[in-house]
């Protein structure tokens, strides 16, 4: 079946550092791939996505490119500030099902200090 | 533009105690709509879709039961609480193949 893996958390930086969240992932067919952040205390945020292979998604500084050829969809920015501190989650959705159903992964938590 | 709401917000509960939680969507009609569970520590776990009313999904066999009566109204319920329904309740909404976009969500304790 489908499935994502996600990178153990917390991962802890300081301002300004830079950030990888690795992600990874098992599907048939042809996923599209997902961001999510949740802040604390708050529901999931799409942050950006991809729907084919190549394609990089991008918003607020972030950015994660669809590899096929490794399966991955690892999350990146180049400045963190200590308001990206959050939970992100990897997710993806096969289009073979006619009808979106996302399988996440467990969720990586930043850490960010000034 | 579209919004989505869920209530109550936070929610204490003794063991086998009922239960309801509510999400609507607003602005859009014939959503897809989803129930998750996000246990302490752990990723989401969807328990129930919806592509219409009265059509619901049921992912994974549970102590829960949830009902569309209304084409944006999405409900999750409980006739007797466990200690293990404890966790973050998420409802969320989709069109066709676009992303789903959350509410904020129920966090639920069970005493």
């Known amino acids: 079946g489908n499935s994502v893996t996600q990178m153990e958390g917390p991962v802890t930086l300081s301002e300004e550092a830079f950030l990888t969240i690795n992600c990874t992932y098992t599907a048939t067919g042809y996923p599209s791939l997902f961001w999510y952040v949740q802040y604390p205390g708050e529901g999931l945020q799409l942050l950006l996505k991809?729907?084919?292979?190549?394609d990089k998604g991008s918003n607020k500084g972030f950015e994660a490119t669809y590899r096929k050829e490794t399966t991955s969809f690892h999350l990146e920015k180049g400045s963190v500030q200590v308001s990206d501190s959050a939970v992100y989650f990897c997710a993806l959705s096969d289009r073979n099902t006619g009808f979106q159903k996302l399988v996440f992964g467990t969720g990586t938590r930043l850490l960010v200090s000034p | 533009s579209q919004t989505i709401h869920q209530w109550p917000a936070t929610l204490v509960q003794p063991v086998g105690s009922p239960l309801s939680l509510e999400c609507t969507v607003e602005g859009t009609s014939n959503p897809n709509l989803y129930w998750y569970r996000q246990a302490a520590g752990r990723g989401l776990q969807l328990l129930f879709y919806?592509?219409?009313?009265?059509?619901i999904s049921s992912e994974v066999p549970q102590n829960l039961s949830a009902s569309r009566p209304q084409d944006r109204q999405f409900i999750l319920s409980s006739k007797k609480l466990l200690l293990s329904d404890s966790g973050f309740y998420l409802c969320?909404?989709?069109?066709?193949?676009?992303?789903?976009?959350f509410g904020d969500g129920t966090r639920l304790s069970i005493l």
């Open positions: 919806s592509v219409g009313i009265g059509q």
């Open positions: 969320a909404w989709s069109r066709e193949n676009q992303p789903q976009h």
């Open positions: 991809a729907t084919k292979a190549d």
